[in-house]
């Protein structure tokens, strides 16, 4: 009897564990989560996959990831990935750059 109702309670507390599971709050966090899966990002640098994909633009993280997966193959997909969204994220902080006004003194 007791070997059935530990097996029982073992049930439960699994699919407890399984229903805590609460779906991505932003679409940024979903993608993040693409990404991570898709190349198998190491857990040491699944932060900094969440930090590029809130801070830059889908479609950059997207075409980052499909030129990742189409140019490199194997374990090291992921280090790919980061050079090139560095490139992306420079495009973009040289984008921002030239949009400031500078103001010169006027004599």
């Known amino acids: 009897m007791e070997r059935i109702e530990a097996s029982l309670l073992k049930d439960i507390l699994a699919n407890k564990k399984n229903a805590l599971k609460a779906p991505p709050a932003y679409q940024w966090q979903d993608l993040a989560l693409h990404v991570i899966k898709e ?11 969440f930090k590029v994909c809130r801070d830059l633009p889908k479609a ?5 990831m ?8 194997g374990a090291d997909q992921w280090k790919y990935f980061f050079k090139i969204i560095d490139n992306e994220r ?6 921002k750059d030239s949009r ?3 103001k010169t003194p006027q004599f």
């Open 39 to 49: 190349l198998g990002i190491p857990a040491f640098k699944k932060s900094s996959v």
């Open 60 to 64: 950059a993280i997207l075409r980052a």
């Open 66 to 73: 499909n030129d990742t997966k189409e140019l490199t193959a």
């Open 90 to 95: 420079q495009g973009v902080q040289s984008q």
């Open 100 to 102: 400031t006004i500078i």
